[in-house]
T-cell receptor, first 112, second 115 residues
Framework: DAKTTQPNSMESNEEEPVHLPCNHSTISGTDYIHWYRQLPSQGPEYVIHGLTSNVNNRMASLAIAEDRKSSTLILHRATLRDAAVYYCILRHLSGSARQLTFGSGTQLTVLP | GAGVSQTPSNKVTEKGKYVELRCDPISGHTALYWYRQSLGQGPEFLIYFQGTGAADDSGLPNDRFFAVRPEGSVSTLKIQRTERGDSAVYLC?????????????FGPGTRLTVL
């Protein structure tokens, strides 16, 4: 399975944009890029996903490089509530494995 | 609507005992997943159900672990002869279907402590 690489930790100031990078150099053409986050003492929650084009939703934006070997999750205006571990996960369109394969993620700290 | 619920929220047991952890998925979700999360690590897959059947149990660490979903809704994860290394947060997730674009909804987890 294609793997992802993320920084262990990042810091941001409250009300500023945050760009969380993810490298996936061995991604295949049918791998979807998913982002989940896990707030303290909670289960993970879905943030966004995409295949080739950039995506926006109420939580965040996902910018996907033209060669698809990297992507960036963008939180437009970080709040204290956004402090969490962010996971970048690849999901194969037609593979038999249906589970999410989590790495170590990026611990985002939001400073007031 | 109601999300995924898990009971109990905390379970403390002694080494060698048997435990059952329950997961109530979102109504109508056909896919159900169990994960285990140790401190400081991401969740690790255990088993996945599609309907009543276990479609993939490749993540179960050994035969002390077993899970059922008899009516295609509620699932129970069963651990026999618990060991201290089984201590972790056990997470359940459900999704409408099992495809790559389907969002998984997670419960709050059950924190298992084996003394």
């Amino acid at each position: 399975d294609a793997k992802t690489t993320q920084p262990n930790s990042m810091e941001s100031n409250e009300e500023e944009p945050v760009h969380l990078p993810c490298n996936h150099s061995t991604i295949s053409g049918t791998d979807y890029i998913h982002w989940y986050r896990q707030l303290p003492s909670q289960g993970p929650e879905y943030v966004i996903h995409g295949l080739t084009s950039n995506v926006n939703n109420r939580m965040a934006s996902l910018a996907i490089a033209e060669d698809r070997k990297s992507s960036t999750l963008i939180l437009h205006r970080a709040t204290l509530r956004d402090a969490a571990v962010y996971y970048c996960i690849l999901r194969h369109l037609s593979g038999s494995a249906r589970q999410l394969t989590f790495g170590s993620g990026t611990q985002l700290t939001v400073l007031p | 609507g109601a999300g995924v619920s898990q009971t109990p929220s905390n379970k403390v047991t002694e080494k060698g005992k048997y435990v059952e952890l329950r997961c109530d998925p979102i109504s109508g979700h056909t896919a159900l997943y169990w994960y285990r999360q140790s401190l400081g690590q991401g969740p690790e897959f255990l088993i996945y159900f599609q309907g009543t059947g276990a479609a993939d149990d490749s993540g179960l660490p050994n035969d002390r672990f077993f899970a059922v979903r008899p009516e295609g809704s509620v699932s129970t994860l069963k651990i026999q002869r618990t060991e201290r290394g089984d201590s972790a947060v056990y997470l359940c997730a459900s999704s409408l279907a099992s495809g790559a674009i389907n969002e998984q909804f997670f419960g709050p987890g059950t924190r298992l402590t084996v003394l």
